[in-house]
């Protein structure tokens, strides 16, 4: 099995698949130092062509703060005070990304949800969110800079990560986003992906889902707001994997692999 066969993007577009499939089969082998973005991942290719993998996390920097109203913020774009803000992002918020469930599971869900970003479900989301009558509790909003995003994070109460398992990339992924929730010092409520979960489980920083369902998002929603020792310890956690999901520790790996391959 080729592993591009299996990314969603091109499973209906047979001629660029074809062309992507016969390039990678024919450079892949050739290559003296591969890197890759989780184990999954590594483990994969080095079964389909028997290349050293090596793995680089895309996780971000220990940044300081950033000089960001971010009250005067979520008051122009209407957060009540009182009420907690679960958060999910991504530049590719698209289909099997979990959206429309944590979209639904509101209805049960005393807070806000804050949805930022953009994809190719976006612009349906908050049609969604009409239909089921939780327009007042759900804000859909583009993308901001980095910079806010950061700070925007931070004052959220939990993130969101709800990737599918339908197809190799979404059930080997490790989002982008979970890196930034933890480095914001907010818990995670994420689907039971191996890469994700490993890092959720593995630095006890929020919730695994046991099942994937708007029933099982709005439960773990509600298990945050209402346990609050359980919830601290998330937020304690957060701190201290952050302190080594960082990309001060991770470059090392890479400038090994840049100085190897200039022997």
């Not at 009420?83 to 807070?111: S, Y």
């Not at 020792?229 to 090392?252: G, H």
């Amino acid at each position: 099995m080729n592993i591009l066969q299996e990314f969603r993007e091109l499973q209906d577009n047979h001629i660029a698949r074809n062309v992507w499939t016969r390039l990678e089969a024919f450079i892949f082998p050739k290559l003296k130092n591969v890197i890759t973005v989780n184990n999954s991942i590594a483990n994969l290719y080095h079964q389909q062509y028997g290349n050293d993998v090596k793995v680089v996390r895309n996780v971000p920097d220990r940044t300081d703060s950033v000089n960001f109203d971010v009250a005067k913020w979520k008051r122009s774009v209407g957060f009540p005070d009182d009420k907690k803000i679960f958060i999910m992002k991504g530049a590719g918020i698209n289909v099997d990304r979990g959206a429309e469930e944590a979209i639904e599971a509101m209805k049960d869900v005393d807070a806000m949800l804050l949805i930022i970003g953009g994809g190719d479900v976006f612009h349906q989301l908050q049609e969604l969110a009409n239909k089921h009558n939780v327009e007042h509790k759900v804000i859909i909003h583009p993308k901001i800079s980095r910079e806010e995003l950061i700070t925007v994070t931070a004052s959220c109460f939990a993130g969101l990560t709800l990737d599918k398992d339908t197809n190799i990339n979404y059930k080997f992924s490790l989002p982008n986003k979970l890196f930034d929730y933890i480095h914001a010092g907010i818990p995670v409520i994420a689907s039971d992906l191996p890469e994700v979960k490993a890092i959720v489980n593995g630095y006890k920083t929020g919730i695994v889902l046991p099942q994937y369902s708007q029933q099982a998002i709005a439960e773990a929603m509600n298990r945050l707001i209402i346990e609050k020792e359980l919830y601290v310890s998330y937020k304690e956690n957060c701190s201290i994997a952050s302190k080594d999901l960082c990309w001060q520790k991770e470059k090392k790996i890479l400038i090994d692999v840049i100085l190897s391959s200039e022997k």
